[in-house]
């Protein structure tokens, strides 16, 4: 499928209707579990001498056919979906550092994720630093201590869309050889591919814009097939014994694909957060139109700021598509289908005037989903990112008057006269 274009792709990768008596579709295969054909073949399966499913928690073909079209779309060379965005962050990080060490991460990072790194990964014995020098690979260089087994960050970041360059980070941190785990949620695979800008693993939530109707909870993990950076040294986790597979190590099975294999059978398997075969079907649909949606809600997005930055009830807006945008240069490079659907702008006026504003939105609907094929607005402050201290607040660059929009699929002019209308409403223009 690689010679296909990406639309191509999207819609045909990674299943082929002759295994499945010619169904066009991807059957749902909803079972628990697979019978055995024998003694002999229950025995390769569980020593991985044979490829096959066991038991739907590690592994179901409505979930592969998913996870192989995703692989596609991303140029990855190998994956596993799951249960949540967040499953998918919890499981590649502690797959690289629950034996102890530091993860270097930008503040630039969705408040569920922050959340995690406050409250779980320090209780795991997993050190999180969160760090503004992803903006200055020069300084990331400074950090990149011994005890270090990630970068993390996301390629556009919610709430304020900020680009990073993923390019000039992975080159500082391959240098100290740590791999570099990219968030690609918000762009999707259709605005911007981590793997052709040097990251080693990406993870998204499935949840958002890469399947597009607010219907499921999903994630992925992928990589990019390349284990050399996972040294004896600083990764012994993959060199070690497993009574799982009765003393050989994930790296003497799966030479070439160590680390998505040993994030399946530890973290998956054990943790167990699976992603339902109904669920992957609903994705598998969602990506069928991914292009067509991002390309709709990124000129939408694009639309809403234009209006927002000349608007008086507003100081200030953030999108990759406005000259003022803060990464203009990078986002020229490096986006050119678009800059996405997610914006932020600072609202003036006093927090009641901010509040008589939300509450008079008719069109947008006022929830915490991203992505969705409804257009949603919410103000992060006291929402998806409450949690952060002043200090994060800070170091995210989230002013208390933002708000941030996801712009969905519904006419630009809609949703910029139910702005206006709710500008009005508060006595703002
Ligand atoms: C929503 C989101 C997550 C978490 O994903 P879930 O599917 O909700 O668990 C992680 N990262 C980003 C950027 C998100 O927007």
């Known amino acids: 499928m690689a010679e296909f274009g990406f639309d191509t792709r999207k819609i045909r990768a990674g299943y082929d209707p002759k295994d499945n008596n010619q169904s066009v579709l ?117 950090e990149l201590t011994d005890d270090v087994k990630a970068v993390y960050v996301e390629s556009i970041s919610n709430p304020n869309a900020y680009l990073l360059d993923i390019d000039a980070i992975s080159e500082v941190a391959h240098k100290h050889g740590v791999p570099v785990v990219v968030d690609n949620t918000l762009a999707t695979p259709y605005l911007y591919r981590p793997f052709e800008h040097g990251a080693d693993i990406v993870v998204y939530s499935a949840t958002k814009a890469l399947t597009g109707h607010g219907n499921i909870i999903a994630g992925l993990i992928l990589d990019n097939g390349d284990m050399s950076l996972y040294t004896k040294e600083r990764y012994p986790q993959f060199y070690e014994p497993i009574v799982m597979l009765k003393g050989k190590s994930t790296a003497d099975i799966f030479p070439d694909n160590f680390f998505i294999f040993r994030a399946t059978l530890v973290y998956l398997n054990l943790l167990g957060a699976a992603l339902s075969p109904q669920d992957a079907y609903l994705a598998i649909i969602g990506l069928e139109t991914l292009s067509e949606r991002v390309a709709k809600q990124s000129s939408n997005a694009a639309k809403i700021a234009e209006y927002l930055e000349s608007s008086p009830a507003v100081e200030w807006v953030r999108h990759p598509s406005l000259a003022s945008y803060k990464f203009k240069a990078l986002a020229d490079k490096n986006l050119p289908n678009g800059g996405g659907g997610v914006l932020s702008f600072g609202i003036k006026g006093t927090p009641e005037q901010e509040a008589a504003f939300l509450n008079n939105i008719k069109l947008f609907t006022y929830h915490v989903n991203l992505g969705d094929a409804r257009s949603l607005i919410v103000d992060s402050p006291n929402t998806t990112h409450s949690e952060l201290d002043e200090e994060e607040l800070k170091l995210a660059d989230i002013p208390a008057n933002l708000i941030r929009i996801s712009a969905g699929l519904e006419d630009a002019d809609d949703l910029i006269a139910d702005l206006e209308q709710a500008f009005k409403a508060a006595g703002l223009i």
Request: no cysteine; glycine share 8%.
């Open 26 to 142: 991807p059957p749902i295969y909803q079972t628990a579990s697979y019978d055995f054909k024998s003694t002999e073949h229950a025995q390769n399966l569980f020593t991985y001498k044979e490829a096959g499913y066991l038991y739907t928690r590690v592994g179901n073909p409505t979930v592969t056919y998913f996870s192989e079209r995703v692989k596609a779309l991303d140029g990855a060379k190998n994956a596993v979906a799951v249960g949540s965005g967040m499953a998918a962050i919890s499981y590649t990080l502690l797959n690289l550092a629950a034996k102890g060490g530091t993860i270097l991460a930008s503040p630039y990072l969705y408040g569920g994720t922050i959340d995690a790194f406050d409250r779980l990964f320090p209780e795991l014995g997993v050190n999180i630093k969160l760090t503004d020098a992803v903006l200055d690979p020069a300084k990331l260089e400074s």
